[in-house]
């Protein structure tokens, strides 16, 4: 069965600072793993996708890796700034075509 | 502006009550969602719909039932045989399967039994 995890659940750093969440998954065989912002008390945001095929993707300041033989991915973040302070999820699509979600990295910038 | 909406924001439930959360969308998507988000836990799949007047069973589907009469809309009923119904409740929508195309958030409903 698909485990997702994601370590540490909170991460706090001066803004400024370019920082990696890190995300892990149990089995290999993903069609895609992407990456969402949560706000408090709000919805999801999606920030990248990144196919099994691909080993990485940008979005501005965002840049998501995948390797997926080691089953981690990283999630970068350049020049934090307090706007990005949020949780940060990342979820894997199964070989069933399944969402499978990681608990999240609650994430903090400090000015 | 396209978006999905939920309502209410705030419900409060008594034990033994049924209630119903709204989710319409007008993205025109296909494929509709409802997720449970509780504390230090990802998001589990409460049913999903990928065309009208039919849906599925998510992982957690006990104690809950949808329709989905209208491409736009999803509601969610959490029934009295949901023995732990506190919790944020996430709708979603996406133009096809959520794994394979992007998925489109509301702003959640917390729902708390009182």
């Known amino acids: 069965k698909q485990e997702v995890t994601q370590i540490p659940a909170a991460l706090s750093v001066p803004e400024g600072e370019n920082l990696v969440l890190n995300c892990s998954f149990t089995d290999s065989a993903i069609y895609n793993l992407q990456w969402f912002r949560q706000d408090p008390g709000k919805g999801l945001t999606s920030l990248l996708l990144i196919q099994s095929s691909q080993r990485e993707q940008t979005s501005g300041r965002l840049n998501a890796s995948l390797d997926k033989s080691s089953g981690r991915s990283t999630l970068y973040i350049a020049a934090s700034q307090p706007g990005d302070s949020a949780t940060y999820l990342c979820a894997v699509a199964d070989s069933n075509y399944q969402l499978i979600w990681g608990a999240g990295t609650k994430l903090i910038i400090k000015p | 502006d396209g978006g999905i909406t939920q309502s209410p924001k705030y419900l409060f439930r008594k034990e033994g009550q049924n209630v119903t959360l709204s989710c319409e969308q007008n993205l025109n998507h296909d494929a509709m969602y409802w997720y449970r988000q509780d504390p230090g836990q990802g998001l589990r799949l409460i049913y999903y719909?990928?065309?009208?007047?039919?849906?599925q069973k998510g992982d957690i589907a006990e104690g809950y039932s949808v329709s989905r009469e209208k491409k736009e809309s999803f509601p969610l009923t959490v029934t009295s045989a949901q023995k732990n119904p506190t919790a944020f409740y996430l709708c979603?929508?996406?133009?096809?399967?959520?794994?394979?195309?992007?998925?489109?958030f509301g702003p959640g409903t917390r729902l708390t039994v009182l």
């Open positions: 719909s990928q065309i009208v007047n039919d849906f």
């Open positions: 979603a929508s996406s133009r096809g399967l959520a794994a394979v195309n992007e998925q489109f």
